[in-house]
């Protein structure tokens, strides 16, 4: 799954730090998710200084995150 995150230099920054990100689903149904970003490239707009992220998503399973 390819998603894009958009913000300031220092929210990206955090983001591309973690290995693996956890995702809810809607309304707290689903179960947490892990996810792990996967050909990340960012990018910036000159102009009004946000960046954005753009990367693949590849579930991690449990027996990925517990190693």
């Known amino acids: 799954m390819r998603v894009c995150f958009y913000g300031t ?3 990206i920054t955090r983001l591309c730090e973690r290995p693996i990100l956890a995702l809810l689903g809607p309304r707290r149904t689903q179960r947490v ?4 970003l996967l050909h990340v490239a960012v990018s910036a707009d000159p102009y009004a200084g946000v ?3 753009r990367a693949d998503l590849a579930e ?3 027996q990925e995150v517990n190693e």
């Open 51 to 53: 960046y954005r992220l």
């Open 60 to 62: 991690v399973h449990r």
């Open 33 to 36: 998710v892990a996810f792990e």
């Open 9 to 11: 230099d220092e929210e």
